[in-house]
């Protein structure tokens, strides 16, 4: 089964709005990472954030941790029409780091 | 230019012809995965290295073989391939936890 699973499914907004997707686990994790991928392309890491830390941020891009709920966001600040892809969380479990897990995704579009 | 190169790109073969693809990175990651990705499914681990000879399955293994004799390269094998087989194949490698990730390879079993 999937450790982390994104919502929504899909999102549509505006260009110029903000972009909230969501990520829940299941098990305890040392790392949670976010990738982007546009359509039918290879995957771009975007941002990880460890298990110690609650907050992380990179250009307009933040993202936030809670362990205790299992759960983390990814937030994408005045967004673009470039800005329409696919994005996916994933995480490397405490017991097996090595096994890095993916989410479903949620598929962002960003309308001019 | 760190990359990490797949090939074929895109593949159409039959059922039970055995194929190979291949993946080859240059950043000297010790780390190497292969995943498949499916509609509604995301990313699934196949199998993974984390070192020269060390390999170890991930979540659908089954049908797939792997090796890692150089660092560089970790060549994805179906021995005798089949129509649920059909999917995008992606390959990654890393070092300090962040993948870097192929350009996928797109096979289709017939």
């Known amino acids: 089964s999937q450790q982390g699973e994104e919502d929504p499914q899909a999102l549509s907004i505006q260009e110029g709005e903000n972009a909230t997707m969501n990520c829940s686990y299941k098990?305890?994790?040392?790392?949670l990472q976010w990738y982007r991928q546009n359509s039918g392309r290879g995957l771009v890491h975007l941002i990880l954030?460890?298990?110690?830390?609650r907050e992380k941020h990179s250009g307009r891009l933040r993202v936030t941790l809670d362990t205790s709920k299992k759960s983390s966001s990814l937030l994408i600040t005045a967004s673009r029409a470039a800005d329409t892809a696919s994005y996916f969380c994933?995480?490397?479990?405490?017991?097996?780091?090595?096994?890095?897990?993916f989410g479903p995704g949620t598929s962002l579009s960003v309308i001019p | 230019e760190a990359q990490v190169t797949q090939n074929p790109r895109y593949l159409i073969t039959v059922t039970g012809k055995k194929l190979t693809v291949t993946c080859s990175q240059n950043m000297n990651h010790e780390y190497m995965s292969w995943y498949r990705q499916d509609p509604g499914l995301g990313l699934r681990q196949i199998y993974y290295s984390m070192n020269v000879e060390v390999t170890d399955k991930g979540d659908v293994p089954e049908g797939y073989k792997v090796s890692r004799k150089e660092k560089r390269n970790f060549p994805l094998i179906l021995e005798s391939p089949s129509p649920n087989q059909t999917s995008l194949y992606f390959c990654?490698?890393?070092?300090?936890?962040?993948?870097?990730f192929g350009e996928g390879s797109r096979l289709t079993v017939l």
């Open positions: 994933a995480t490397d479990m405490k017991t097996s780091y090595d096994k890095v897990i």
């Open positions: 098990t305890s994790i040392n790392n």
């Open positions: 990654a490698s890393s070092r300090t936890g962040e993948l870097f």
């Open positions: 954030i460890r298990s110690n830390e």
